[in-house]
């Protein structure tokens, strides 16, 4: 895809770098207590226990999680537009630059799709470092988006790319071509996660703070290997209901 793939190497932490990898963050840092649910997800999620869990699921699972999709991506487009509207208005009279962020993540079966979001960062944000995970504290985050990302209001843009089918609201976050090269490399079964539809939340993201180190993905690859094992409509159920209650208190702060 022309043009969204920034031809400079990706820095990440923990690899090809001078910066060692980081364990889990410190309480500090956002760190959640985790209930014994979380730590069974973690210890018992294997990739040999989600390929059969993959290969065994009905067409008509795949049909209902579909149609839950469709359903909470067009109730949360019909419900958010109002903030939708202030939000892009703000962005455009507080720099004069474009109102969304596109950007190129890996999706299912591996299929490069343009990913959208409000953007809450500077329009030159990668030009002297090229691909770079957020940080706490990010130089690079606008005034607004200081506001948007904590509640997540900057992921709204995501329902349409579930309407179009390249996302789910429910799944392991897409990430980045240039990072997933380097985490493919460095982490076992880190290609399973792309054996389903990426989400605009997951297991991942309620349970474990926002990462920015290999040693990180590593951790969280840990709770998408327990969703693919697990998935059905009443985790999706209750995976949204979790994510908007640590929105709700702005628990997401980079």
Known sequence: MPGLMPSPAPRIDGVGSAVPAATAPAAGDGARTYSRRDRIAR??????????????????????????????????????????????????????????????????????????????????AEASTGPVWAQADDPRVTAIGRWMRPLGIDEIPQVWNVLRGEMSFVGPRPERPEFVRTLEAAIPGYRLRHAVRPGITGWAQVNFPYGATVEHARRKLEYDLYYLEHAGVRMDLAIMLRTGRLALSGWRSR
């Open 43 to 124: 210890t018992h999620a294997e990739p040999a226990r989600v390929m059969p869990a993959l290969f065994n699921r009905s067409r008509a699972s795949a049909a209902i999680k579909r149609t839950l999709d469709l359903i909470a991506a067009s109730v949360l487009l019909v419900l958010t537009a109002p903030l939708s509207v202030l939000v892009a208005v703000w962005i455009k009279v507080h720099d004069g630059g474009p109102v969304l962020f596109r950007q190129a993540r890996v999706g299912r079966n591996g299929t490069v799709f343009v990913l959208r979001k409000f953007r809450s960062m500077r329009v030159d």
